[in-house]
């Protein structure tokens, strides 16, 4: 969102010419809707999730992969494209995000101007699509922060109180 803000004015950029590394990633992309949502079918929550943090570490994989930050100064095609598929990346993740981190997938709804959440039927993001602006999807808890939750637990005797004696 940020590099497509910065340098396509915040429209998503044409997909050109895709090399086997893009259409392979694509394709895997296409494949979470069907893992994530058996999980869910079969009650495998936690296997839900971990299939969402692989669809999230893939698109992670890619960028860092692409890096499109050094494409840019050499081929404008190439990074409109890794930008792109990006884009369609992040829009999955919107949707199946949902049931998991529904204020999360409503941050990614307005970040990439997109409220369709609609599970089996997720379209791409077209070329000229306008985005919305960056914001922190998540923020950082600061070990100081868990200490005194932590302290506070403690205090309140916790794990007695949830625990009944046997």
């Known amino acids: 969102v940020v590099l497509t803000n910065k340098y396509w004015g915040g429209k998503v950029p044409q997909r050109h010419a895709m090399d086997e590394y893009d259409t392979n990633v694509l394709n895997e992309v296409k494949t979470y809707p069907n893992k994530i949502g058996r999980c869910i079918e079969n009650y495998k ?21 692409t890096e499109p930050w050094k494409q840019k100064k050499i081929d404008e095609a190439r990074t409109e494209t890794i930008i792109n598929i990006s884009l369609q990346i992040a829009n999955y993740l919107k949707v199946l995000s949902h049931p998991f981190m529904p204020f999360t997938s409503k ?18 993001l077209p070329a000229g699509h306008q985005i919305g602006i960056q914001e922190l999807l998540f923020t950082k808890i600061e070990d100081n922060t ?15 109180k949830l625990i009944p004696k046997l």
């Open 146 to 160: 868990i200490e005194e939750q932590m302290l506070k637990l403690k205090k309140i005797n916790f794990t007695k």
């Open 45 to 65: 929550f936690r296997e839900a999730q971990a299939e969402l943090m692989n669809l999230a570490r893939l698109g992670n994989k890619y960028l860092a992969d």
């Open 107 to 124: 941050k990614l709804q307005k970040m990439l101007n997109d409220g369709t959440n609609l599970w089996d039927e997720i379209t791409e």
